[in-house]
């Protein structure tokens, strides 16, 4: 079972940090963090909206703060879950030569769902549809960490 699990997004105020509060509910014996490939809102608690939807389904975020996500973070962790495939992309660019951390797609844990990416809700404005994927996601996650 992996232990330590990031999830990253753009700019880790929206879907990561949703993620990281869903997956520590879900699962509190698993070491979560959230991060974002820009360094535009380091040190920021998630977006306000996002935080009010997660708060609808009982999700506590207040305590997160942004991040920029770092080579670092191969090592640190045993599995690392990017919201879209440019995500992955940049975290691909970052992947120290001999590192194998499996990175994935996070919606990989949600087939049911049909999507390929987790939207950002802060251009799309659907906090409450991304937290409902990300729930799926989450729980499809669980489930496949047994």
């Keep these: ?30 070491a979560t963090d959230s991060a974002g490939t820009s360094d535009w809102h380091i040190g920021e608690p998630p977006y306000g909206p996002m935080q009010a939807a997660a708060s609808a389904r009982g999700y506590d975020l207040s305590d997160l703060r942004a991040r920029q996500f770092t080579a ?10 990017g919201m879209d495939a440019k995500n992955i992309a940049e975290i691909e660019s970052l992947r120290p030569p001999g590192n194998t951390t499996p990175v994935q797609l996070f919606t990989s844990y949600a087939p049911e769902t049909g999507a390929d990416h987790v939207p950002d809700p802060y251009f799309t404005r659907d906090f409450d549809g991304a937290r409902d994927l990300i729930e799926a996601a989450a729980r499809g996650l669980k489930a496949a960490l047994g």
């Design 1 to 30: 079972m992996s232990s330590k699990i990031l999830f990253v997004c753009l700019g880790n105020i929206c879907r990561s940090p949703a993620a990281e509060g869903v997956a520590r509910q879900l699962m509190p014996g698993i």
């Design 72 to 81: 670092a973070d191969f090592t640190r962790f045993d599995l690392i879950l």
